[in-house]
Structures are given as C-alpha cells and as structure tokens.
C-alpha cells in the first residue's frame, strides 16, 4: 500500500536531551497508526519534527512521496493537526475560530462556510457556535481544538493526545469522530498514552519509549509478543490440588495460580478456553461462584516489553 | 487570504480587553487626570494678563475712559483681568520697556492716545486693540453729548465686557501665533499632553506585539497552528501588522478627538504636520512591539510589561511627570532624550508649537524613522527562521 508518510532515521536533540533516537517508520494510506508511548517519549516532538516546526539534527522526511520542508506549501495545504495544547484564540468565538483557521487552507467563502458548519457537526458543538473559548467546559474546548484541526478536509490528520482530561462520554464522541474521518478517506497519526484508545482505534501501533521504536504491529501482533492470549479467572473455595494439576496439564496452558479463593489460568492461545474450563468444573462438580475471561491488554504487552506500567 | 487575516487580526486585537484598556482607555484616563490637575490654572487665565504701564499724567487724570477702563481691565479681584498695569512716568516705562518688564506703555496727549512697543506679538495687539476701541468708543460718545451735559460721559457707557470679548476672539484668531508665550503654566501643559500622545503611540506596540505574537510557532500555540497551515509567513507578518497599525491609528484618533473636543487641548493649527508626525510616531511604537514580540521570550503578559515599563520611562524622562525633567535631561545627559522615542515625539510636537522653522520637527520625524528601521532590521532576522530548534 501507498505510504503517504516516510521517517528514515529521525534525530533530534534538545540542548542537552536526545528526544528522538534514530526513529524509521511509515504510515500508509488510508490507516489510523497509534503512537503509543509514556509521557516525555518523545511523541510530540516526532509531530513537530514532521510537520517541519523543529529543526532536527539528522533524517529524511517525506510527506506524500515529497520531502517535507516549512514551504511546501502543496504539502501542508493537505495537513490537518490538533495539538496537544489547544490551540485556538479567546478572543474569537468557537465559530470565528475554525472559519479563522479554515480559512487560511479553503479561499472559497461558500466553501468554506460548509466545511466549517460540517466541522462543527462532527464535534457536536451546534450549540455553541456562538461561546467563546473561555466559557466552554475542558471537553468541549477539546472538541473545538479538534474542530480547528480539522475543518478544512485535511488528508493527513495528526491528533496529539486529544482526549486528555476528557470524560468518558466526550472521549467516546471525539473516537467516533475520528473514526468518520478515516471512514471518509483520511490517513490518521494518533499518539496517546491510554491503552484502550489504541486498541479500540488503530490499524497499527508504535510503541515509543525515550525517542525509539520499542515495539510495532497491529495489536494482535502485538499481543502475540507478549506470548499470552487469554486469561480465565474463577472464584472458587478450597480447589483440591489433583485438580490444578490436571489444568497445568493442558497443552495450551501457560501458567495457573491459586491463592484458595480465585484460580487464574493463563493460555497460549485463545480459543474455547472459557467454554472448556466451564465444561471441565461441571464434569469435576465444582462450585463455582464466578468465572470470566479476558483477553490481554496493550497494557500487558507494554509491561512486557519495558518491565514497567505503561501509565505513570 | 491577506484580508482574511487582516479582518481576524482586527477582531483579536479589538475584543482584548487588556490591550484595549492600555491603548485606548490608559491614554484617555491620564489625560482627564492631567486636565483637572491644570484646570485651575488653565480657567483663570485663559490667555496670559499683559504687563503694561500707562504714562501717569494730567491728560490721563482728566479722562475718566480710559482711566476707568484700565482699571477695570486690571482689577487683581476680577475674573476678567487682562492687563497688570503699573502707572509710572514716561522715562519709567521707556525703561520698564527697554528691561522686558511690559510688553507696550500708552500716554495720552490730550485727547489722543499713543501706543508704543518694541516687538510685535498676540499681547501687543490685544493692548492696541483696547486702547483704540476706548478712544473710538469715548469719541462717539462725547460726540453726541457734548453740547448737553459734558460732565456726564460716563465711563460706564463702554462696555468693558465687549472689549474682553473682542480681545479674546483676537486672541485666538488663526493669524496671531503664540509665539512668545512667557507664560510658564502654558509650557507645562503642553508639554504633558505631547509625552500622552507619545505615550499612545508608544503603547500601541502592544497591538504589534500581540498581532505578531499570534502567528510565531515558538511563541503562542495558535502561532504553531498557523505555521502548519500553507501561507506564506511574510504575508501573514505584513497583514498583522498592517491590522495592529490600523487599531494603534483609531486608538490616537480617538484620544486626539477626546483631548480636543473635550478636554480643548490645542496642537496648534498644523493638523497635517501633527497627523504625520502622530504616524510616524505611532510606526516607531509598531516597531518596539515587533522587536520584543520576535525577540523575547516570555508569555503575552511578561512582553506587555516590558513595553509598558519602557514606554513610561520614556515619557517619563521626555517630561510627562513634570516637565523639568526634560529640561534637566536635555541639558545634562542629551544622549538619553536622543535616543529616547517617547522624547522624539515629544519634541517633535513642541518644536511644531513654538518653532517657525520645521527643521527641528523634521530632525524628529527622521530619527523616529531611522529607530524603527533599526528594530525592524534586528527583528527580521528572527522573524525569517521558520524551523526553531525548541517550541
Ligand atoms: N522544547 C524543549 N526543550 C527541551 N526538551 C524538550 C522540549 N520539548 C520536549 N522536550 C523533552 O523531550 C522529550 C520528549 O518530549 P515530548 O513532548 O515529545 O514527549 P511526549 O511523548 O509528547 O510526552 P507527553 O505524553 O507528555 O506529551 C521529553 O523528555 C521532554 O522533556
Ligand atoms: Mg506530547
């Protein structure tokens, strides 16, 4: 598939800081790739680096087949980004802002007029056109740093941790968002440092530790790198030994622990466990009060891979 | 897309509460302020008394007009006192005259009064003007009533209050200038409200920090916004800077229109001169902002507070708190005062005022141009980077 973004051996050093150390990679057409990484892994500084804003001390960047540089103006022209921090003028109001800033990428005034009510559609901010920035709550704010992104029908999107300090139900809405925009044919850069966005979100996933690529694939490829498919746990009282044994037995089983009230097993590969393990209690005539499965997380994968928790 | 900025700029810049009050509202305020403190003064004396002598002789004894009417015109108890006479002989005045002390000294020879002074000036003429409406007017008079009852022309019949009037009117008539004001208090006053419209020219960097501020990735989060989009930054530059000079030139007009027409502040009659020089002044300001918006590194508020620090010690140093201290300046360390924007438009105005020739003004206009162009030049090289290496 066609790579609408290029990074060949990417260095950049702050003063005294390697933000990013050697860091290769590409984004195809038509993908969301998440940037998975904890905070200060440099994932922000790879945006900056793209998008031309930082000087870098070694590396090749090619947007769209072309390098980039800060007056490629048919590049960038096809370049959406929502920062980190939000980003947009107090004194304008929510309106204003996103026909502000479409309007330094679409010169058409009915155009943009479109683009801009479609924008505010997306975000679901109808209801506030008319607000300025410092009377909309944290989420909405967030919504509207996403609305001035990506008004003017950009390409190639970046989103640089978008739902920080958002409730669950903005973040729901701002994902479904996001997912439109790949719907509707837009190439997506992602980066975060919540798990579960990730997985439910991207194609793809870097992972990102102090400037270098610690892991990368999709999250299933991912998961296999961490050798552990599914995990079952029951609670049950006073589960004579025979019986653990003859789990372990099993081929698929990794691992099982017991502590005299809740039994975890752990398999290798993740098919039909839960229904043998239900089948397998009734055959024995175990009571049981509860059992559940579930699958790992990117969590676990992280945990794997660096040794440590992934949020901070 | 050039007028789509500029249009935005415009509004960011307008609806900036913080920016509006030190631009538009901080310049109004102190001009208020700066107009009660002299209103006293300014109120009793709204054209300066005249010193003059009158020759005391037996002419003058015998002709109750015009001993009447000087006496009136120099009452120290009336609001309408015009003149500070002192009655002394011929050869006294000749020497009050020659030492500067009067302006003019009038002697009666018979009926016929004579009118001497040395200069020519707005006081000389008020003091002629007089004399001549008293013998005109004490003609007449004895004209119709001399056959009747000579002893009762009366000195009331002229009315010293038309005469006040007449004086005044010629006071302020466009063709007399007041070029040889002796009168302190006229000087301060002046004074005070050239270094308010330095300091409104001044001030207005704050718009051109702000306006340029908004577009520079290494400085706001919306510079970065607009950095990624595809416009040309020297284009997207210009058109802030257009907009802050647009708001900076509506903010002056609104304080001239105040000072005028409210407070009657009067620049004198070069309104085209004073225009150019409030521009030009006012660019000088736009070019402060831009060196501090592009080489400082600090938030809005720190930058503003820069501007503002520097902007009040010019003008504080260019005389707005007292107007010996540019004199003490100017006299002592020249260097600071040449050096010193808010003193360059200072006294630019004042030479405009009490100047015949421009050339002082033009020396003005010149160095306030050749600053701006120095700070334009040294921000420029910093404005050009479109890649930082930190943001
Ligand atoms: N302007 C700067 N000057 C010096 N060091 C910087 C600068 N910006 C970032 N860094 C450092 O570079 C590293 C990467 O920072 P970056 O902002 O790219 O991380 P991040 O992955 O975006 O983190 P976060 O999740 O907190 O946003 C960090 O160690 C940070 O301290
Ligand atoms: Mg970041």
Redesign the interface.
Known sequence: MENVIEIKNLVKQYKELKAIDDLSFEVKKGEILGLLGPNGSGKSTTINCILSLLNYNNGIIKIFGKEMKPDSYDIKSKIGVVFQDVSVFDELTVYENIDYFCGLYIKDKETRKKYVEDAIELVGLKDFKKFYPKKLSGGLLRRLNIACGIAHKPELIFFDEPTVAVDPQSRNNILDGIKTLRDNGATIVYTTHYMEEVEILCDRVIILDKGTILASGTTDELKELARIEEKVTVEVNNLDDKYIENIKSNNNVDEVTYDGNTLLVTYIEGKNNLVDMIDYLKKESIKYNKIYSERPTLNDVFLELTGKELRD | ?FI??FK?SL???F??KMLIFWTFAFPIILGTLFNLAFSNIADTEKFDIIDIAIVNNDDLENNEAYKTVFKQLSDESSEDRMFNTKYVSEDEAKKLLENDDIVGYMKLEGETPKVTFVKSGTNQTIFKYVVEEIAQRSNMLSNIVEHEMKESVMPENINTEEILHKANELAQNNEIKLKNISNKNLDYMMIEFYTLIAMACLYGGILGMVAIN?NL?NM???G?????????KAKLLISSLLAGYVAQLVGLALLFVYTVFVLKVDYGNNVGLIILLSMVGSFTGLSMGVAVASLVKASDNAKSGILIGITMLGCFLAGMMGVSMKYVIDKNVPIINKLNPANMITDGFYSLYYYDTLDRYYFNVASLLIFAFILIAISFFSLRR??????
């Open positions: 897309m789509h900025n935005y509004k960011t810049l609806r900036n908004q990735a706001t989060n919306q970065k916004r607009i950095s990624i989009s595809p416009m040309n479109q890649k930082y290496d930190s943001i």
